[in-house]
């Protein structure tokens, strides 16, 4: 919770951000692992023709872990820096700063694996999910969305509970 109330307020945020996007990330890793029979992504490539709906799920969920703007981790790793800069942290400002250059570059360079060019390996399963089995990714991906987007209130005010109560402690 750097940076008081309004940095606590992020925190709680991204920690319920995560949770959405980290659930979404894994789903669609799962469809990965089943189009390619591994998890390797130095042998996947092609994704995008094979199966364009887990592609697109997928490359939201890393858009949102990397911060781009419109996901939900944007607005509470934006929040962390105002907190940070209101509360003078300029060196910690500075690190995650680094921190998340580094990590954008790394998710990105797995997305392109994964997503581009021609499979590297076998395609086990050389089809999209049915639409049932990508629902709960499409769920998912639209709640990152959502809270990238819109100030939802009843989920703001499950935050402000919370910073309020850690506040008393």
Known sequence: GIGGYFGLLAAI???????????????????IAR??????????????????????????AVCSLVGVPAFAIFVSEFNVF?????????IAVALFAIALVIIFIADFA???????????????YAKEM??????????????VI????????????LVENGVRIMMRG
Not at 13 to 31: D, E, M, Q, R, V
Not at 41 to 60: Q, S, W
Not at 130 to 143: D, G, Q, T, V
């Open 13 to 31: 945020f991204h920690c319920l951000a995560h949770s959405f996007t980290k659930a979404l990330a894994f789903c669609s890793t799962g469809n």
């Open 35 to 60: 189009i390619y029979g591994h998890k390797d992504m130095t042998r996947m490539g092609g994704m995008v023709k094979i199966a364009p709906l887990t592609t697109i799920m997928f490359g939201a």
């Open 82 to 90: 105002k907190g940070a800069i209101a509360s003078g942290q300029y």
């Open 110 to 124: 797995h997305f392109n694996l994964a997503s581009f060019g021609t499979p590297k390996g076998e395609v086990v």
């Open 130 to 143: 049915s639409l049932f089995e990508n629902l709960p990714l499409i769920l998912l991906c639209a709640l």
């Open 146 to 157: 959502i809270f990238g987007v819109w100030h939802v209130g009843d989920f703001w005010m």
